[in-house]
């Protein structure tokens, strides 16, 4: 018989943000675009970037910040901390060893970095659901933290328009308590479409090999099989994880996806038949933040009134590999 996996608690939510706003007008001075062509297809108005020396580390040390502050976790008692990130500052070190020592985690303590673009956070679920349910730890931090700005090519409307620069963070703990806080969780990958979304780190030749050679890095997008594929695939999986959960989708209260595109989260909402008040949506805001996306939405949906807590939702995200995922989940009182 399978051993029974202790079950996990959501303990606390946060997020960070930079303070700059560059709105679709402002990027008409980039290049030719308009505030109608941008958010009639995209339903951004604006995004946030990081500036000055600001970079994804200090985004997610805040996020964390709050999150930990939520959970009534004390910091020493953190016992592991993941960063999910596409975009960080420096590929080494990690993003999560610099935000345990940001945060005075103890020096012992393991950290290291997911990759998996956009559906970081909802794969940091699931590895913390893993050490978790199987005894290993017994508090981690989650960090999903970006700064795409950094990596886009500023010249290229097709993929500028989408992004921007944000953190959001999990602490997750067993539940004492022995209510579970995934209801179902599912997580997956297609390597054989990776041209759809990728980033080459080309890095430089060995001159005494060849002669150098300026190559180009930086998010290469081919929006329309993104938009397609993602539309086809991610309800499949929700209705799995409804499944799973062994509800139908009118008992969820709430869609939180991965801010992409309105007209992605809009071809959900309906294939799920929620109202406007189910589905949480902020990208108007702040463009697609990559895998900081969910936890910010979910966050500032609890600020903002939109979101009630003693609640359910479903997560969703999709991301460059590709990857994607989904997952149902307690919102407990508290979290954020
Ligand atoms: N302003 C004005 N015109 C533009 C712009 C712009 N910013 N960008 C592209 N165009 C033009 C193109 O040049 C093209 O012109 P042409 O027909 O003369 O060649 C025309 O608009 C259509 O371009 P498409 O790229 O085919 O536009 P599309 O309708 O597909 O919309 C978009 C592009 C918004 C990117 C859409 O494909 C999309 O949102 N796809 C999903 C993207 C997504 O979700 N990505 C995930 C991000 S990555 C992640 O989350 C990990």
Same mark, same amino acid.
């Given at each position: 018989m399978a051993e029974k996996r202790i079950p996990l608690r959501i303990a606390g939510v946060g997020y960070g943000l930079p303070k700059a706003v560059v709105t679709n007008d402002d990027l008409t001075k980039l290049y030719e675009t308009s505030d109608e062509w941008i958010y009639t297809r995209t339903g951004i108005k604006e995004r946030r970037v990081v500036s000055g020396n600001e970079t994804a580390i200090d985004l997610g040390f805040e996020a964390a910040k709050n999150a930990i502050e939520k959970s009534g976790v004390k910091i020493e008692d953190i016992d592991l901390v993941l960063a999910a990130s596409s975009a960080p500052p420096q590929l080494y070190p990690a993003i999560a060893c610099h935000i345990q020592a940001k945060l005075g985690i103890p020096n012992y303590v393991p950290a290291f970095d997911i990759t998996a673009a956009c559906t970081g956070l909802i794969y940091g679920l699931q590895i913390a659901r893993g050490l978790i349910g199987s005894g290993f730890y017994k508090n981690i931090l989650i960090v999903a933290t970006d700064n795409n700005s950094k990596l886009v090519d500023w010249t290229d409307r097709s993929t500028s328009i989408l992004f921007g620069d944000g953190a959001g963070a999990m602490v997750v703990t067993r539940a004492? !308590? +022995?209510i579970d806080d995934v209801l179902a969780l599912d997580i997956r990958a297609d390597g054989s479409i990776g041209e &759809? /979304? &990728?980033? @080459?780190?080309? +890095?430089?030749?060995?001159? *005494?090999? =060849?002669?150098?050679?300026q190559k180009d890095c930086h998010i290469k997008m081919n929006g329309r099989e993104v938009y397609k594929f993602v539309v086809t695939i991610l309800p499949k999986y929700i209705e799995k994880c409804l !499944?799973?959960?062994?509800?139908?989708?009118? =008992? #969820? @209260? &709430? *869609? /939180?996806?991965?801010?992409?595109n309105q007209r992605i989260i809009e071809a959900m909402q309906s294939r799920l038949g929620y109202d406007d008040s189910k589905v949480i949506s902020n990208i108007r805001y702040y463009g697609n933040t990559s895998a900081a996306s969910i936890p910010i939405a979910l966050a500032e +949906? #609890?600020?903002? +009134?939109? /979101?009630k807590l003693g609640t359910t939702a479903i997560l969703c995200g999709f991301g460059a590999g590709m990857t994607w995922g989904a997952a149902i989940v307690r919102l407990r009182e508290g979290i954020c």
């Open positions: 004492e !308590d +022995g &759809y /979304i &990728y980033m @080459d780190m080309p +890095g430089q030749t060995c001159p *005494l090999v =060849e002669p150098a050679e !499944d799973e959960a062994n509800m139908k989708a009118e =008992e #969820v @209260d &709430y *869609l /939180i996806p991965h801010q992409a +949906g #609890v600020e903002n +009134g939109k /979101i």
